[in-house]
């Protein structure tokens, strides 16, 4: 996801204090890079933050919830897609 576009998503999600929220993300992405951001940011819309402050904490603890919400979500997730997935090829195969 580029920045522009997760810029867009924080935009969508967090719309309490764009300006502030745009100022964190921007520092975030600088200091992790892309891919973790990105995890942090949709933790947090998972977790029902109405803004990123809580992901530029001094501690981390933060980032860590977010990115376990995340990855916990991810978990539960690849086991539908590939349980669909071995359904299309055996309806595919004729079974």
């Given at each position: ?32 890079g892309p891919n ?56 595919a195969r004729g079974?």
């Open positions: 996801m580029s920045f522009g576009e997760l810029m867009a998503f924080v935009r969508v999600t967090f719309a309490s204090d764009p300006r502030r929220n745009g100022s964190i993300l921007k520092q975030l992405w600088k200091r992790y973790e951001v990105e995890v942090m940011v949709k933790g947090a819309a998972l977790l029902g933050w109405k803004d990123l402050r809580g992901l530029w904490s001094k501690e981390g603890i933060g980032r860590r919830w977010a990115q376990t919400a995340y990855w916990n979500r991810e978990k539960r997730a690849p086991v539908k897609q590939t349980l669909e997935s071995v359904a299309a090829t055996l309806k079974f």
